[in-house]
């Protein structure tokens, strides 16, 4: 059996629930700029690093029976779960599945109408070199859709809790120690006009929102997955874990507490 590609909060049956609720609290930022960028019936669309496929399977709503989504990942456990989802709901001629790992392999997909990856350059280890790859699948007139981080630092809540911004601390560590880099945003629109785009939209998104707020779910669920991971892979003791838990539980159980969300960057380029 393959060994599974981990991802840095890993891929076990909790981060795959976490990563739905992130997805529904992204998912009419992420349906408004794929209109804005006119993904539309018939298409085919380049899923990269789709994850679970909770993107893969609105896009093969969107592009239909005519159409295809090409969804790529390195998580064989990701990917089973989009597989079961896409012959579910009868969409298994509509979207294939790849697994390959981003930092190396050849994209199985060319003369593409249009790309969508979130969350995906922050976390490779050669995000130039995948983005050229992944340009050279577009045709002329193509479009790339991207949501990425652009200043994770950030995510915070008011009044600060010295917890959160340890865990924030930890985790970038081990991020960057991964060779990922949280603020990848700033860097992709130049790259991109480097390798023939045009840069037709630039949106830097964030909130700040109370506990009540469905926003809060992202970040919020973010957490616990994100303690638990952090002491599993010894960057926090168990005993820290739990206080750095139950100092955050304490601070969201008071309505009046506000969060300030990583910084994302929307970007919608055309290939000339």
Do not use: K
């Not at 992130?22 to 539309?40: K, N």
């Not at 979130?118 to 490779?124: K, L, P, Y």
């Amino acid at each position: 059996m393959a060994e599974e590609r981990e991802y840095l909060l890993g891929t076990h049956d909790e981060e795959i629930a976490r990563l739905g609720v992130q997805h529904r609290v992204w998912r009419p930022r992420m349906l408004d700029a794929w209109r804005r960028a006119g993904f539309t019936v018939g298409q085919r669309i380049l899923d990269v690093g789709c994850g679970p496929g909770y993107a893969s399977l609105d896009l093969a709503e969107i592009v239909g029976p005519a159409g295809r989504v090409i969804a790529v990942d390195r998580s064989r456990r990701f990917l089973d779960v989009l597989d079961a989802a896409r012959m579910r709901r009868g969409l298994g001629d509509v979207i294939e599945i790849h697994e390959l790992d981003l930092d190396e392999a050849p994209l199985p997909a060319e003369g593409v109408d249009g790309v969508w990856s979130r969350w995906v350059f922050a976390f490779v280890t050669r995000p130039r070199d995948l983005l050229e790859r992944v340009c050279r699948a577009v045709r002329p007139g193509g479009v790339v859709v991207m949501h990425e981080y652009f200043h994770y630092a950030t995510w915070q809540l008011a009044p600060r809790l010295p917890e959160l911004d340890e865990l924030i601390r930890v985790v970038t560590e081990s991020w960057r120690d991964s060779g990922g880099d949280p603020d990848i945003g700033l860097a992709l629109p130049r790259w991109l006009v480097e390798l023939g785009f045009e840069v037709r939209e630039l949106r830097p998104m964030i909130d700040i929102v109370p506990p009540s707020d469905f926003v809060w779910q992202w970040p919020g669920t973010f957490v616990p997955n994100g303690v638990q991971r952090m002491v599993a892979l010894g960057r926090l003791t168990p005993e820290r874990g739990e206080a750095i838990l139950a100092a955050f539980r304490e601070r969201e159980s008071d309505p009046n507490t506000l969060m300030v969300t990583p910084a994302m960057l929307e970007i919608i380029a055309v290939r000339r």
